[in-house]
């Protein structure tokens, strides 16, 4: 009965290899956010989708590529990974896209060796 | 540019006593501030918010203390137990569609017996 879900919860790959998180909700939200979580703990949001339409694009490389099939579900691939990419990726959802509390996912460490 | 300052970086206090994080941000379209709690190995997860149209805002222990004029905003937890050990984020929001939440950049909490 998990509201926002995430897999792997650990990812741990080689440079240059294109891996992919998955987030699931359960909540009936409209909206999801990708966030990004640094090795000094700094949260920033990455994407957001809105019934399965982009409505935030934040600085990220181009090598980020959000997808949402449905609006319970927005996955991330992630293209030629780089050492840098190394976080805590976190998935999150809100009501609406006007709604102010949002609720996150366990997290996916990724590891880039 | 950081657009939500959070202090201090760590913080330990002996169960029983009062914890004070502070934060002060600059974007005065901000109308939403919310509390986030994390725990290792876990997402942040909402503890409290607060909107400018009140100074204080109580639930259990936690208080939200906000001064608009001063652009600043404090999370006390009284009487802090072992088990609010944690990382706590500030983050502030303007109301609307697509709007972001901007994280602080996190104070860890160490509460000792």
């Known amino acids: 009965d998990t509201a926002v879900s995430q897999t792997p919860k650990y990812l741990v790959t080689q440079m240059g290899n294109d891996k992919s998180i998955k987030c699931e909700q359960n909540?009936?939200?409209?909206?999801m956010y990708w966030y990004k979580q640094d090795s000094k703990k700094f949260l920033k949001i990455m994407f957001s989708?809105?019934?399965?339409?982009?409505?935030i694009n934040e600085t990220v490389p181009n090598r980020f590529s959000p997808k949402s099939p449905d609006k319970a579900h927005l996955n991330l691939h992630i293209n030629s990974l780089e050492l840098g990419d190394s976080a805590v990726y976190f998935c999150?959802?809100?009501?609406?896209?006007?709604?102010?509390?949002?609720?996150f996912g366990p997290g996916t460490r990724l590891t880039v060796l | 540019q950081q657009q939500v300052k959070q202090s201090p970086q760590s913080l330990i206090v002996q169960k029983g006593g009062i914890s004070i994080i502070n934060c002060a941000y600059e974007?005065?379209?901000?109308?939403?501030f919310p509390w986030y709690q994390q725990f290792p190995g876990k997402g942040p997860a909402l503890l409290i918010a607060?909107?400018?149209?009140?100074s204080e805002k109580k639930e259990g222990r936690f208080t939200i203390s906000f001064n608009k004029s001063a652009k600043q905003f404090s999370l006390h937890i009284m009487d802090s137990q072992p088990g609010d050990s944690a990382t706590y984020f500030c983050?502030?929001?303007?109301?609307?569609?697509?709007?972001?939440?901007?994280f602080g950049t996190g104070t860890r909490l160490q509460v000792t017996l």
């Open positions: 983050a502030a929001k303007k109301t609307g569609t697509a709007s972001k939440l901007t």
């Open positions: 989708y809105n019934n399965k339409e982009l409505i």
């Open positions: 999150a959802s809100s009501q609406d896209a006007r709604s102010d509390t949002q609720y």
């Open positions: 974007n005065t379209a901000f109308d939403y």
């Open positions: 607060i909107r400018p149209d009140v």
């Open positions: 909540l009936g939200h409209d909206t």
